[in-house]
């Protein structure tokens, strides 16, 4: 099946295209998106792979969640913060990452459609992911080794589920990481 890619705006589809010439590419034109560009990959989603990849910053988040309620089959790739800041270090985004940091988050999609959940709420506060003071930096290390952007405790459940990580592996990585 082909793949679309959604990304934010522009400068991100030129700089997708620059990676990959043939890559189908639809832009959003930011956090406001349109219902008529929601229903457009909706539309392309009966034919096609839609892998939402968008800036790692909250109107990223904000644009990724959209559309995965409106898509819920659709696949993610995410990129690490570090990996998208430019030069002048004032701005985040798809558009300023390296042709090998694009290419390594989109050889790494995920789907929400995994068949249970490996961790619960119960595990990520066991392993002090939430309701300590360092969850957060904590949380932020394990999500940046995994690839799956910056999440807060409850989007990184469903990340980390979506990844099928195994709470041992999990625990493992706490313990590795721990602050």
Known sequence: MPSVIVVEGLHDKNRIESVYPNA???ITNGSEISDSTIEMIKELSKTNQIIIFTDPDSPGEKIRN???SAIPSAFHAFLRKKDSISKNRKK?????ASKECIIESLSKVYSNQQEED????????ELHL???PNSGAL???ISDELNIGRPNAKTFLRR????QVKKEVL??????LEI
Do not use: F, S
């Not at 490996?118 to 990520?124: H, V």
């Not at 980390?160 to 990844?163: D, E, K, Q, R």
């Open 24 to 26: 189908n590419v639809v």
């Open 66 to 68: 959209q559309i995965a």
């Open 92 to 96: 985040v985004g798809i558009e300023h």
């Open 118 to 125: 490996t961790i619960t709420l119960q595990d990520i506060y």
């Open 130 to 132: 939430m309701g300590m």
């Open 139 to 141: 949380r932020e290390k």
């Open 160 to 163: 980390v589920n979506m990844l």
């Open 171 to 176: 625990k493992e990585l706490c313990r590795k």
